[in-house]
């Protein structure tokens, strides 16, 4: 089974910068991709970003493009998700998971999931 440990949220100022870190431990050789998601309060839970573990390639929400950067180091089933210039609105739960290619495609966990704790994130402006 599937768990994973999100890590490296915190409390930072509007134009700071974040590193979040998955750890994905079990069966994950059959999982590809893995997305980063955040849910805030009172609002559903939304894709941030999403990589192919296989060839790196990258997806990313268009409010995040150009300030998230996703990676992955496949020898230690992580995957990270540097966060510059962080705004208020970035404030959030983050959690991470694995995707199918659609939900990447499409950053919709649509799919039934298994869910960390995540990470929590608050951006004051």
């Known amino acids: 089974q599937l768990k994973f440990e999100e890590s490296g949220g915190g409390l930072v100022q509007s134009g700071g910068s974040l590193r979040l870190s998955c750890i994905v431990s079990?069966?994950?050789?059959?999982?590809?991709?893995v997305g980063w998601f955040r849910q805030a309060p009172g609002k559903e839970r939304e894709g941030v970003a999403c990589i192919n573990r296989n060839d790196g390639t990258t997806v990313y929400r268009d409010s995040v493009k150009g300030r998230f950067i996703i990676s992955r180091d496949n020898a230690k089933n992580t995957v990270a998700l540097q966060m510059n210039n962080l705004k208020p609105e970035d404030t959030a739960l983050y959690y991470c998971?694995?995707?199918?290619?659609?939900?990447?495609?499409?950053?919709?966990?649509?799919?039934?999931?298994?869910w960390g704790q995540g990470t929590q994130v608050t951006v004051r402006g």
């Open positions: 079990g069966f994950i050789w059959g999982s590809t991709r």
């Open positions: 998971t694995t995707v199918t290619a659609e939900e990447c495609t499409s950053l919709l966990a649509t799919w039934p999931k298994a």
